[in-house]
């Protein structure tokens, strides 16, 4: 199976669907949950430097401002500090405390906040780094600033998005990759299923899809089909039965009428005789025809030859040559026949007699004058005896080939140009399939090529 | 002739009856197995028409009956749409002719006569020459001879003309050709028979003034001239 049936295969499409439809899912998930980290995360910074300044502030109403210059060195100092930098100024505006220099350029905030980059040191060069920053008058003209940096903040953001964003994208490539097994093992059950089906047609009605081997819904789906098969199994012998019958109850009022003609023989004027003649060579026809068509019935339904009549096919070869070679040089074919010496097949002589004459008559009906009908016999397939009758007529086209064993079939050229029932290749396979062998119609280039395999004995 | 017919359908045997009437022959019905059985062992007759399929002994244990008793009456049987193989196993049982029915009546007088026929002639088997009015075959030599003028002919056509030859005055059928000459029974497509037929009547008619080889129109060919009733 190929890759690009997988991917064009419905299932395959609809769990890529699916897939996408999740991901955008978890797309929008993602996204409020980093607002919502961004958010919870931005709101503890501000909670922080809001304390610290009320902590500035209480340490200012008990101690005055040395005592906050001595809390900030305190803050600076501690190991675990970093987080928080300072800027305590008078009145004046002058430095009073803390570890920022001066106030740099900043942007305003709602709610009285102040966000500005400074360059810091870090690990050996200067890195300009995001601030949030809060002013805040402590009393007597003193103004504190407390500001915190949220680079790990964003850092621990990002980290939190990266991993959701790879679990997305871990979701839809093992969607992606569980679509295509699961559309690779449906489309092939539909394939197995498709190929006992394609063995259905080539078998005939009689074969059923095999539920055993199939799983799950194409269980269910094989188990219809073959309510279904059996239906039309049912509709086609109903048709076979009917044209059966008719013809079978058909038969012995024509043969009443064809013997009450033949009675009016020499009773009508001589000017009607030959009208007479006529209805009954009609009458003999259809009977004919009738016969034909049941004889195949007969055949197709009473299963397979069983008897064990050893039946030599060189003498009886040679009969039907010898049969229709006045036949055949009146028409100005050459009627030949060339076999080794084989072993006999178990057959009804009878039968084979008729499929060999059927189709050195057809040989001899559709070849011009001055061509050539060659029989030959010899070891076929192993456990077989081929049968080649091939002849320089104008051959069947390869896409009428399986159309001309049907029944009544005829090619658009021989009808009305040849007579015929359209029944005498029928009757030829049936025939052959009653003794277990095969039938091919081939091209003689030019001409036809019949090729008869029958079982040896 | 005197024909004896053991069939059980109404309309079948009603039909053959009166056909045979027509034909001018004498004709005994009788419906069942049983009863077909007893007359037959008990009543002189030229031949036996048994239905295969019949009420009481069936038509093929009758022949076998009549055999063992020693009765060697011709019987053709007539059977429905014959299986595969039912032909064989009829005629292995005693029969001497199978028709498949529904039949045309032709081929049933043809038969019936030839059946009749060859009863009568079984005593003189050990003639050596066929003679149809200045036609001759030497069944020794195999030659064939009209008015004294050789005939050459093939083997098929020998094979052909000596089975005539035989039923002189009798219409012979094709199928019946087929069965007896070439050993087959089978429907031919086409009258394939009639160019051997042709063939056949080249050389024996062609330079006489008399034809011996006719056509029977829709029935079949007769050699020489149409017979009466052959002497009981």
């Known amino acids: 199976m190929k890759a690009l049936e997988v991917l064009s295969s419905l299932t395959f499409r609809y769990i890529a669907k699916y897939v996408t439809v999740l991901s955008a899912t978890v797309f929008v998930l993602l996204a409020g949950l980093y607002a919502y980290i961004s958010y919870s995360f931005f709101s503890d910074l501000s909670d922080t430097i809001l304390e610290e300044l009320e902590t500035l502030q209480v340490v200012f109403s008990g101690q005055g401002i040395d005592g906050v210059g001595q809390y900030v060195e305190d803050q600076l100092a501690a190991p675990s500090s970093g987080r928080f930098y300072y800027l305590v100024t008078d009145a004046e505006g002058e430095v009073v405390a803390g570890n920022l220099g001066a106030l740099p350029r900043y942007e305003q905030f709602t709610g009285g906040w102040l966000g500005f980059q400074l360059a810091l040191l870090e690990w050996g060069e200067t890195v300009d780094v995001d601030f949030l920053a809060r002013p805040a008058a402590l009393g007597d003209g003193f103004d504190a600033v407390v500001a915190r940096n949220y680079a790990d903040i964003t850092e621990q953001a990002t980290l939190v998005f990266r991993t959701l964003f790879r679990a997305m994208l871990a979701t839809v490539v093992l969607g992606m990759i569980g679509g295509f097994v699961s559309a690779a093992s449906t489309l092939d059950r539909v394939e197995r299923l498709n190929q006992e089906l394609s063995g259905i047609i080539r078998g005939g009605p009689g074969k059923r899809i095999d539920v055993a081997r199939q799983k799950g819904y194409v269980r269910q789906l094989a188990e219809i089909m073959n309510k279904l098969l059996g239906q039309t199994e049912t509709l086609m012998q109903g048709v076979k039965t009917v044209s059966d019958n008719i013809a079978h109850d058909l038969r012995t009022p024509l043969t009443r009428m064809r013997n009450q003609l033949v009675q009016l023989r020499g009773r009508v004027p001589d000017a009607e005789a030959d009208a007479l003649e006529g209805i009954i060579a009609e009458c003999d026809d259809v009977l004919a025809t009738f016969n034909a068509l049941l004889r195949i019935s007969s055949l197709e339904s009473g299963g397979q030859f069983s008897g064990g009549g050893a039946v030599e096919l060189q003498p009886l070869l040679e009969d039907v040559v010898e049969l229709y070679e006045p036949l055949a040089s009146e028409r100005g074919i050459d009627l030949t026949f060339c076999a080794e010496a084989l072993p006999s097949i178990s057959g009804d002589r009878d039968l084979l007699f008729q499929l060999f004459s059927n189709l050195v008559d057809n040989a001899l009906k559709y070849t011009p004058a001055d061509g050539r009908a060659d029989i030959n016999l010899a070891v076929g397939e192993p456990g077989f005896l081929q049968v080649s009758l091939s002849d320089s007529g104008p051959g069947i086209p390869a896409e009428e080939r399986a159309n001309v064993l049907r029944r009544f079939y005829r090619l658009e050229q021989s009808r009305g140009a040849q007579p015929g029932h359209g029944l005498g290749l029928s009757l030829v396979q049936a025939i052959v399939h009653y003794h277990r062998g095969h039938l091919a119609l081939l091209d003689n280039e030019p001409g036809l090529t019949v090729q008869v395999s029958l079982p040896l004995a | ?232």
């Open chain 2, 1 to 232: 002739m005197h024909i004896l017919l053991i069939e059980d359908d109404a309309a079948v045997g009603q039909f053959i009856v009166d056909e045979l009437d027509t034909a001018g022959h004498n004709c005994t019905w009788l419906r069942d197995g049983d009863s077909g059985l007893a007359t037959a062992r008990s009543t002189e007759c030229d031949v036996l028409v048994v239905d295969r399929m019949l009420p009481g002994t069936d038509g093929l244990t009758l022949i076998a009956t009549l055999r063992n008793a020693g009765i060697e009456t011709p019987v053709l049987v007539l059977s429905a749409l014959g299986e595969v193989g039912d032909r064989v196993e009829g005629l292995q049982l005693g029969a001497d002719d199978y028709l498949t029915k529904p039949f045309a009546m032709d081929e049933l007088l043809a038969r019936l006569e030839v059946l009749h026929r060859r009863a009568g002639s079984a005593q003189t088997s050990a003639q050596t020459t066929l003679q149809v009015g200045d036609l001759e075959l030497n069944l020794l030599t195999r030659e064939v001879s009209r008015a004294g003028t050789p005939i050459a002919i093939q083997p098929r056509e020998y094979k052909l003309l000596e089975y005539l030859m035989r039923h002189p005055g009798q219409v012979v059928t094709r199928a019946m050709l087929l069965e007896h000459v070439w050993g087959y029974h089978f429907d031919p497509q086409t009258n394939v028979i009639d160019v051997h037929i042709s063939r056949l009547r080249q050389k024996i008619d062609r330079d006489f003034d008399l034809a011996l080889l006719t056509t029977v129109r829709g029935a079949g060919y007769r050699l020489g001239e149409e017979q009466a009733e052959a002497p009981q």
